[in-house]
T-cell receptor
Framework: KNEVEQSPQNLTAQEGEFITINCSYSVGISALHWLQQHPGGGIVSLFMLSSGKKKHGRLIATINIQEKHSSLHITASHPRDSAVYIC???????????WGAGTKLIIKP | EPEVTQTPSHQVTQMGQEVILHCVPI?????FYWYRQILGQKVEFLVSFYNNEISEKSEIFDDQFSVERPDGSNFTLKIRSTKLEDSAMYFCASSGSGLAGGRPTGELFFGEGSRLTVL
């Protein structure tokens, strides 16, 4: 069983739609990271959170420590949001990242 | 904005050759990492480096691999005797301008990656 599971694996939506990507993890964590991987391959850190909720522009990340679940939301989605979104759990044993498989998001105009 | 720089962006090599991938982390960061992503697969942790030594390494990081910080700014990954299955994108990352409770603080910054193709 994977220690970090993401859903959905692929998501196609129309511009303007509200997007939710889910992440469940089974390990003890010191933090949960959300990252974006561009079509060209580069990786950008979006959020690092250990409790509650964080917001940056149209992106919102939430985490429920008791349920070991995190969500990434995108409001008013735009074609430029098309990318792979990856959840990674920072293990509390050694602070190393355990990566999810990613969610490929396509926003159509 | 500070950034992590990786070179080369793409390297093609013959099987059995040695490859060195270069990274310049963000200058006040203390933790450095190499990750690998085989095409179509998850990102995998290779190694972390702190205080001039390896702090963690994965099962992938065997004797074929080594890391160095030769001059206080560069952070290199050496792959000896490359194999076809070493073909992947290799990402360098850095974090942690300080320590809080034993863990690096701050977000991770990634380089754009070095694509290695082994023929």
């Amino acid at each position: 069983k994977n220690e970090v599971e993401q859903s959905p694996q692929n998501l196609t939506a129309q511009e303007g739609e509200f997007i939710t990507i889910n992440c469940s993890y089974s390990v003890g964590i010191s933090a949960l990271h959300w990252l974006q991987q561009h079509p060209g391959g580069g990786i950008v850190s979006l959020f690092m959170l250990s409790s509650g909720k964080k917001k940056h522009g149209r992106l919102i990340a939430t985490i429920n420590i008791q349920e070991k679940h995190s969500s990434l939301h995108i409001t008013a989605s735009h074609p430029r949001d098309s990318a792979v979104y990856i959840c990674a759990a920072e293990a509390d044993s050694n602070y190393q990242l355990i990566w999810g498989a990613g969610t490929k998001l396509i926003i159509k105009p | 904005e500070p950034e992590v720089t990786q070179t080369p962006s793409h390297q093609v090599t013959q099987m059995g050759q040695e490859v060195i991938l270069h990274c310049v982390p963000i200058s006040n960061h203390l933790y450095f990492y190499w990750y690998r992503q085989i095409l179509g697969q998850k990102v995998e942790f290779l190694v972390s480096f702190y205080n001039n030594e390896i702090s963690e390494k994965s099962e992938i990081f065997d004797d074929q691999f080594s890391v160095e910080r030769p001059d206080g700014s560069n952070f290199t990954l050496k792959i000896r005797s490359t194999k076809l299955e070493d073909s992947a994108m290799y990402f360098c990352a850095s974090s942690g301008s300080g320590l809080a409770g034993g863990r690096p603080t701050g977000e991770l910054f990634f380089g754009e990656g070095s694509r290695l193709t082994v023929l």
